[in-house]
Nanobody, 124 residues
Framework: QLQLVESGGGLVQPGGSLRLSCSYS????????IAWFRQAPGKEREGVSC????????NYADSVKGRFTISRDNAKNTVYLQMNSLKPEDTAVYYC?????????????????WGQGTQVTVSS
């Protein structure tokens, strides 16, 4: 059974860092793009970053460029999101999601497999 599990969320002060992990099982992710999305209270889910199977193609939302870095280790079946210089507006539930094809996108509807989410709270 296809499964994605996020971890690494928590409470951090502004300016701090967190690294989220997305572990997957039940399918081969070698040929699938993986993305991180987030959803803040009262807001729509939005794309944060995406990476293709080789890691050679990535994209980022303008709001996180220069602060977040996405990477993947296919040998460990894990995708990471390194988040630095965190701001209160980064507070949200973060989800990882997988596409059936190896092209990145920031559209929620393009992703059919989702994890349960991990809470990130940036507050002093």
């Amino acid at each position: 059974q296809l499964q994605l599990v996020e971890s690494g969320g928590g409470l951090v002060q502004p300016g701090g860092s967190l690294r989220l992990s997305c572990s997957y099982s039940g399918f081969r992710l070698d040929y699938r793009a993986i993305a991180w999305f987030r959803q803040a209270p009262g807001k729509e889910r939005e794309g944060v970053s995406c990476i293709n199977s080789s890691g050679g193609s990535t994209n980022y939302a303008d709001s996180v460029k220069g602060r977040f870095t996405i990477s993947r280790d296919n040998a460990k079946n894990t995708v990471y999101l390194q988040m630095n210089s965190l701001k209160p507006e980064d507070t949200a539930v973060y989800y990882c999601a997988a596409r059936n094809i190896d092209y990145c996108s920031n559209y929620v509807s393009y992703f059919g497999s989702w994890g349960q989410g991990t809470q990130v709270t940036v507050s002093s």
